[in-house]
């Protein structure tokens, strides 16, 4: 079974322009969640998708929106860019939230560098 | 607030000697517990998770982790260091049966010395 995968791996952009990443999770997987990894903050959640709907959103601005598709594949956004945006963007899967059998599982990344 | 510590950024062992990493959470309702590891350039790899049942959890790789309600801990242990370990290793929690999003611990950065 392949795993999550996300698109592009590595991103440069300019300050002020905006972004689309893409997600595509495990086969099965309708839970989709976005994490942000920099040096300084850690790792952070941003939003949870779950069969088209956000459920969960994290502390961060509005410059940052998602999506879920009928095919659980998801995207998020980040619009007027700046330079602390630069980070590792995670994706996340999972079968779905609430159950005793929990657990996500993480792609590989995309790195987005803004200048 | 739910949160997570993980007690050292950084702990360096010698191979063939045992890994101990530590995580505390503070909750007020029962959690599930995961430990990562992230290998440079990667994304984060399940180890291990507690959700209920057995508090002694195995994981892959020869890692295994110990829920301890009363200190509030899941360290993650390895009798045996290898020089494939060196990575950095995330715990983290979530709540409510796993409806609350997941919240990392800061990380610890294990170097294995030859």
């Known amino acids: 079974k392949a795993g999550v995968t996300q698109t592009p791996r590595y991103l440069i952009k300019t300050r002020g322009q905006q972004v689309t990443l893409s997600c595509s999770p495990i086969?099965?997987?309708?839970?989709v969640s976005w994490y942000q990894q920099t040096p300084g903050q850690g790792l952070q959640f941003l939003f949870e998708y779950f069969s088209e709907t956000q459920r969960n959103k994290g502390n961060f601005p509005g410059r940052f929106s998602g999506r879920q598709f009928s095919n659980s594949r998801s995207e998020m956004n980040v619009s007027t860019l700046e330079l602390g945006d630069s980070a590792l963007y995670l994706c996340a899967s999972s079968l779905a939230p609430g159950t005793q059998s929990y657990e996500q599982y993480f792609g590989p990344g995309t790195r987005l560098t803004v200048t | 607030a739910q949160s997570v510590t993980q007690l050292g950024s950084h702990v360096s062992v010698s191979e063939g000697a045992l890994v101990l990493l530590r995580c505390n959470y503070s909750?007020?309702?029962?959690?599930?517990l995961f430990w990562y590891v992230q290998y440079p350039n990667q994304g984060l790899q399940l180890l291990l998770k507690?959700?209920?049942?057995?508090?002694l959890v195995k994981g892959i790789n020869g890692f295994e982790a110990e829920f301890k309600k009363s200190e509030t801990s899941f360290h993650l242990t390895k009798p045996s260091a290898h020089m494939s370990d060196a990575a950095e290793y995330f715990c983290?929690?979530?709540?409510?049966?796993?409806?609350?999003?997941?919240?990392f611990g800061k990380g610890t950065r294990l170097s294995v010395i030859a």
């Open positions: 983290a929690v979530s709540f409510y049966s796993g409806n609350t999003p997941l919240v």
């Open positions: 909750s007020s309702v029962p959690p599930y």
């Open positions: 507690y959700t209920t049942g057995a508090t």
């Open positions: 086969s099965g997987h309708r839970s």
